[in-house]
């Protein structure tokens, strides 16, 4: 059962891509006569080439490698953009974005919310600090400001930018958000990131771990009166 749990739990590199490939094929019905396309072009090509040159057989051997190797590279593209298209608009799409990047950056979702679901995500690399909000730019306003008021006792004259993902004008679409993380000017070191991450999950551990108020109500303080007046 052991055994068996564990190949459910972790399919095969081939399985893998099936479902990707099925995934995309619901959002890219094209995708099938893409590839096939990319790699008989890609093939024939270096075929032709190989017939010119007198080496059909290693330039097409050649060739099979090479169209596989540009199928793989227009699949992972179109898959990519499949992906994008179905969390587009999902509470948490932001954070999942996020979470997929590689090394040098620390992720911490959902930092600040409200009851209208805005959130807040941080991320914490070379560049500085990163606040990435989601939902409605208005709102998202007094939650970012009141986020990077809370920081600034802690992080010093890092630099903080303010991302607010969507289509508007001002705004980083979800797609474009790694790139546009990564173009930011590098100004931390890698020790100097791990430290400034760990003042902020120190700061929110203390704001989560703050004991509520206990003892008597000051004087003057009234409990509200209920419609009946008891």
Known sequence: M???DNNTENPGRLKQIAQTYKMT?????KIGWILAGVGLVTFGVLLAIGFLIGHPVYVGILGV???LLACAIVFGRRAERAA?????GQT???????EN????WHVTPAVAMNRSQDVVHRAVGKAGIVLVGEGNPNRLRSLLASEKKKMARVVGDVPVHVVVVGHDEGQV???KLRTHMMKLPRVLQGAQVTQVNDRLRALGDLMSNMPVPKGPMPKGMKLPKGPNGR
């Open 173 to 175: 679409e979800l797609k």
């Open 84 to 88: 994008f298209g179905q969390m587009e």
């Open 2 to 4: 052991a055994r068996k």
């Open 25 to 29: 094929r619901r959002v890219d019905r």
């Open 92 to 98: 948490g799409a932001a954070a999942a974005v996020l």
């Open 65 to 67: 490698l090479l169209a």
């Open 101 to 104: 990047f590689k090394r040098g």
